[in-house]
């Protein structure tokens, strides 16, 4: 429970950690040179200070980045991503302008990115913490495969939780907005 408290945050205490990667546009091998692997390690420190983003560990390849970050629990996990990836891209091509002759329009980066969350439990006991904690309590059996069997049968969700858009069940994928 002290990895909790040593993570909250305004009306809210939990652990947000992912996992990033993401390359250079091209997949051009730019940081063979370890004086520029050190100033991009730089830029994306700098940039994660900046939003107030903890980098937990990160990793310069020639070609792309891993970090791993931890991230305020008001942020979602791609707009940290676009801010580090961002304000990295602006300071590497400044602070190495013959980059510049490469990307011309300022883009170091690819659009292409991963993002995986990083967590101090595994799958396996979060599943077992829901079924013997939550599912005895409070649904009393309910599924999701019984609630989309239920909207199979005419159980209208939209009506039920006064969404404002009808929404209708397509199988295991979820819901989808009409």
């Given at each position: ?8 945050h305004?009306?809210s205490?939990g ?19 370890g ?17 107030n ?5 990160a990793e ?8 791993i ?5 008001d942020?979602?996990p791609?707009?940290?991503l676009?801010?580090?990836k961002?304000?990295?891209s602006?300071?590497?091509?400044t ?9 011309p ?5 690819s659009?292409?990115?991963?993002a995986a ?8 006991n979060?599943k ?11 649904l009393?059996g ?5 609630s ?11 009506r ?7 929404y209708i ?6 819901f989808?907005?009409?």
């Amino acid at each position: 429970m002290d990895i909790y408290r040593s993570n909250t945050h305004a009306h809210s205490i939990g652990w947000n950690t992912w996992h990033f990667e993401w390359c250079t546009k091209y997949r051009y091998k730019l940081f063979r040179n370890g004086y520029i692997n050190n100033l991009c390690l730089i830029a994306i420190q700098e940039a994660a200070k900046r939003h107030n983003i903890g980098i937990v560990d990160a990793e310069v390849d020639v070609d792309h980045i891993h970090i791993i970050a931890s991230l305020p629990m008001d942020m979602a996990p791609v707009n940290a991503l676009h801010l580090v990836k961002g304000f990295s891209s602006k300071l590497i091509l400044t602070l190495v302008p013959n980059f510049r002759k490469r990307y011309p329009k300022g883009k170091l980066w690819s659009p292409g990115k991963f993002a995986a969350s990083v967590g101090h439990i595994t799958l396996e006991n979060a599943k077992k913490y829901l079924e013997d904690h939550h599912a005895k309590a409070s649904l009393r059996g309910v599924t999701w495969q019984n609630s989309c069997a239920w909207h199979q049968q005419g159980f209208n969700y939209s009506r039920a939780c006064n969404f404002k858009k009808p929404y209708i069940c397509s199988g295991s994928a979820g819901f989808r907005i009409l």
